[in-house]
């Protein structure tokens, strides 16, 4: 049984950083695709980044040169730092598995078929 459990968030003021992580369980393909994904309030659960068995990275436009995702093998975690918080970055984050190296064109689609409960990050102005 796959499980994915999401860890870091928590209250900054803007400008701060955050580093969440996920830790996967049960989850043991060689080729794979991992995600951070976000819902605000009233909104749409949207990408943020995703990261491929072979080391491939695709970012939202609105995260480019603040987040950065990572994955650890060795400790079946996954990362997302994130720098120079904006208020608009508030919302629930959810990590998202799925057992297919995704194409660039769906790596920021909600579709992944194992999702975590997800961490709650609020920005502060």
């Known amino acids: 049984q796959v499980q994915l459990v999401e860890s870091g968030g928590g209250s900054v003021q803007a400008g701060g950083s955050l580093r969440l992580s996920c830790v996967a369980s049960?989850?043991?393909?060689?080729?794979?695709?991992m995600g951070w994904f976000r819902q605000a309030p009233g909104k749409e659960r949207g990408g943020v980044a995703a990261?491929?068995?072979?080391?491939?990275?695709h970012y939202a436009d609105f995260v480019k040169g603040r987040f950065t995702i990572s994955q650890d093998n060795a400790k079946n975690t996954l990362y997302l730092q994130m720098n120079s918080l904006k208020p608009e970055d508030t919302a629930m984050y959810y990590c998202?598995?799925?057992?297919?190296?995704?194409?660039?064109?769906?790596?920021?689609?909600?579709?992944?078929?194992?999702w975590g409960q997800g961490t709650q990050v609020t920005v502060s102005s």
């Open positions: 998202a598995a799925d057992t297919a190296s995704r194409s660039w064109w769906s790596r920021l689609h909600p579709t992944y078929a194992y």
């Open positions: 049960g989850f043991t393909y060689v080729r794979y695709s």
């Open positions: 990261i491929t068995s072979d080391g491939n990275t």
